[in-house]
Every structure is written in C-alpha cells, then in structure tokens.
Nanobody, 127 residues
Framework: QVQLVESGGGLVQAGGSLRLSCAASGRTFSSSNMGWFRQAPGKEREFVAAITWSGGGTVYADSVKGRFTVSRDYAKNAVYLQMNSLKPEDTAVYYC????????????????????WGQGTQVTVSS
C-alpha cells in the first residue's frame, strides 16, 4: 500500500532549527508534486511549502518564506523540509502529502491538490 511517513519533529526553542523528512513507499512519486502542510490544535490545516514533480519550482506560504526550505531526493523517493528561525507560531503537526502523477499546478498550495497523506509529526517551538 502507499505510505508516507514523516519524521524529524520535536521540541525546539524559538530561533532554533529542525529538519523534517518524508519517506514514501508503495509507489514512486517522481512525477508528483510533494507538499508540506501543518495543523495546530483548534485551527484548520494550512499550506506550508511544496516542490513540483520536476524539481524545478518551489512555493512557500508567506509566513515561512525565507525561513523554510523544501527539497526532494528522487532516488530515495523522499521530500524534506528544513525549518530555520522557528517561531512559537510554527507549533503544529506537520504533514507531508503527494499529488497525482503528472504534477499539475492548479492546487499546488491547496490540500485538494494532494491524494496521499502521512500521519504527521509534531513540532513544538517554545518561547
């Protein structure tokens, strides 16, 4: 079965860094957009970052632009999110997601653009 597994979350002080990983199995996602979303308690899921299937483009939410970097490794069928200068408001469960084959840019920054989701990893940033 298709499976996405996030790792790398944890507790960090404000201003610190974390690197999240998402390992995919069950199929190859080399032709899919890969995205990161997050959800805090009592809040709706929000877009964080995405990288296109070709690797030629990235997109970031304004709230993380300049602090977070998304990348992917086609050989490992994995996607990563480097998070620097973390703020307490970054506290949330972070999810990776995979889109359909062939990419498609219409919903790259929307949850509706993705078909598969991981279980999430908790990121907590203390003040």
């Amino acid at each position: 079965q298709v499976q996405l597994v996030e790792s790398g979350g944890g507790l960090v002080q404000a201003g610190g860094s974390l690197r999240l990983s998402c390992a995919a199995s069950g199929r190859t996602f080399s032709s899919s957009n890969m995205g990161w979303f997050r959800q805090a308690p009592g809040k709706e899921r929000e877009f964080v970052a995405a990288i296109t299937w070709s690797g030629g483009g990235t997109v970031y939410a304004d709230s993380v632009k300049g602090r977070f970097t998304v990348s992917r490794d086609y050989a490992k069928n994995a996607v990563y999110l480097q998070m620097n200068s973390l703020k307490p408001e970054d506290t949330a469960v972070y999810y990776c997601a995979a889109g359909p084959e062939g990419g498609g840019g219409r919903y790259t920054s929307r949850a509706r653009g993705y078909d598969y989701w991981g279980q999430g990893t908790q990121v907590t940033v203390s003040s």
